[in-house]
């Protein structure tokens, strides 16, 4: 079965700092990955997705995510973070076109 | 366009009450899903339809839990009797089928339970 490990719970950057989110994956075939973004008292909302071609995928507000076969990785980044990406972000496995397994999140903090 | 529309968006029960949390899909979509959110495990999956036939029902959640997706705009989650441990936000969420894990969430129903 797959599954999705998000190694930190929390994260704190300053504003006009990049970022970076970890996100491990387990799956005996390439899967799709995804990465989603929850705001607060909102449900989740698809930032970018991947599944072949170039490893690294753009997504909206400027993020972007490199997926890494050798290392079964699938981080997320932004070159400057702004206050409103203030948010808990998902990652998330899909070996099929049905049921997505998420990992546990990682809040970010984006501190003035 | 209408996205996912949850109801109630919060609920407050006592410990052995039957609860029922409501979910509209998008228009069109084919796939549902209820998810449980707590903090410490993360979302976890309750149940999934695709075209209103129950395609998985949770394994652990089964007995307490039950999902009905009466017509193809509409879907229940009961939970009865309720414990303590169901306070959580539960989320329902609408795809194509075929969309590769593009889901579409609502904002979600937070129960309580005393």
């Known amino acids: 079965a797959q599954s999705v490990t998000q190694p930190d719970a929390r994260v704190t950057v300053s504003e006009g700092a990049s970022l970076q989110l970890r996100c491990k994956y387990s799956?005996?075939?390439?899967?799709?990955l995804f990465w989603y973004v929850q705001y607060p008292r909102q449900g989740l909302q698809l930032l970018l997705k991947?599944?072949?071609?170039?490893?690294v995928v753009q997504g909206v507000n400027g993020f972007e995510a490199e997926f890494s076969k050798s290392n079964s990785s699938f981080h997320l980044r932004k070159a400057s973070v702004h206050w409103s990406d203030s948010a808990v972000y998902f990652c998330?496995?899909?070996?099929?076109?049905?049921?997505?397994?998420f990992g546990t999140g990682t809040r970010l903090q984006v501190s003035p | 366009d209408a996205g996912v529309t949850q109801t109630p968006r919060h609920e407050v029960a006592e410990k052995g009450q039957t609860i029922i949390l409501k979910c509209e899909p998008v228009s069109g979509h084919n796939d549902l899903f209820w998810y449980r959110q707590t903090k410490i495990q993360g979302l976890e999956l309750l149940s999934y339809f695709r075209s209103k036939s129950l395609m998985e029902d949770g394994g652990a959640f089964k007995d307490r839990f039950k999902a009905e997706m009466l017509n193809s705009s509409f879907s229940t989650l009961k939970i009865q009797p309720t414990e303590p441990k169901d306070s959580a936000v539960y989320l329902c969420a609408s795809s194509f089928t075929g969309s590769t894990g593009q889901l579409y969430f609502g904002e979600g129903s937070k129960l309580t339970v005393l």
């Open positions: 991947y599944y072949s071609g170039d490893p």
């Open positions: 998330a496995v899909s070996i099929n076109t049905d049921k997505v397994v």
């Open positions: 799956s005996s075939v390439t899967p799709y």
